[in-house]
């Protein structure tokens, strides 16, 4: 059960209205790492969260905050608003202020749209979707993806930040950075939680005792005169198990597929010469009978 109330989690004051930033301010609450995303993102973990307690909880708190971070946005989008064809054009076009609005860079489908308030879009209009998110019922992965969301808000936060002198859009920014900053260490600990308590590793490894144990610790330097083999990531001990990173400077493919497909059914209309190209004898009889199969069909 959800409540709420009135205040919101911090001021949305701008000093006077701004459409254009407006329209730009749009990322924030429904680009692909705004905080409809976040708030979405959460909230699905946590509802999806098998462990009744600390972890489920946190989730839900964080989750709950961040709809208080769109509806902070959302009002902040229309208080810029507020006035706005006044304020983008000295003269209305036409005599219609709304029109001089949109033309002065008002977004037209927060005008015509949402009567002159925020949309659950991105800047450039394009709806919210929900394959953004990421709540894959693991807490670990969903962990590693949050602290991932939590960044790219920041550093869009931070560039929005720079494109307005407004002094009550940059102190509610100032804001969004600070909770930023802190969900990033939130999801960082939460992380360390999961080693402590054995519920994880560092890194996701479920099925480790079926995986290729010759290439579960081997970086393929692929890139003519690559410079890759300088990092740790190609030459320490790997965090879980503290296994040797083993540095392939020249790799060799680990299989011999030569990737050859079978003919195609004629039905499927696909281009194909008539050949069986260079695979396998397994392959080419398999190939050959698929072809006799879809010739008959076509008798």
């Not at 680009?31 to 995303?37: A, I, K, R």
């Not at 995986?211 to 001990?237: M, R, Y």
Request: overall charge negative; proline content about 5%.
């Amino acid at each position: 059960m959800f409540r709420h109330t009135k205040e919101l989690q911090f001021d949305a004051k701008p000093e006077k209205p701004d459409a254009l930033y407006a329209m730009k301010l749009q990322e924030l609450v429904g680009g692909q790492y705004g905080e409809m995303s976040v708030m979405m993102q959460y909230l699905f973990q946590g509802w999806n969260c098998r462990i009744p307690g600390k972890y489920k909880d946190m989730i839900l708190d964080i989750a709950t905050e961040e709809i208080g971070h769109v509806e902070m946005l959302s009002t902040m989008v229309a208080r810029l608003l507020e006035g706005a064809p006044s304020e983008v054009t000295a003269t209305a076009v036409d005599g219609n202020p709304m029109l001089s609005a949109i033309v002065g860079g008002m977004n037209p489908q927060q005008a015509i749209i949402a009567g002159g308030g925020a949309l659950p879009t991105n800047s450039q209009g394009v709806p919210w979707s929900a394959g953004y998110i990421v709540a894959s019922g693991n807490l670990l992965a969903d962990f590693q993806a949050n602290v991932a969301a939590e960044a790219q808000s920041r550093l869009q936060t931070s560039r929005l930040y720079d494109m307005t002198d407004d002094p009550g859009v940059r102190e509610m920014l100032k804001f969004n950075l600070a909770r930023d900053t802190f969900h990033q260490h939130q999801w960082l600990l939460g992380i360390q939680q999961l080693v402590e308590d054995g519920l994880a590793d560092v890194v996701e490894d479920s099925r480790a005792d079926e995986e290729n144990k010759t290439h579960n610790h081997t970086f393929w330097s692929l890139g003519v005169d690559s410079t890759a083999g300088e990092g740790k990531w190609a030459s320490a001990d790997q965090q879980v198990g503290g296994q040797p990173i083993e540095f392939l400077a020249d790799p060799a493919p680990a299989g011999s597929d030569d990737g050859i497909l079978p003919p195609p059914d004629p039905k499927l209309f696909a281009t194909y010469d008539g050949s069986l190209g260079k695979g396998t004898a397994g392959d080419h009889a398999g190939a050959q009978g698929l072809l006799s199969k879809a010739k008959k069909a076509l008798e």
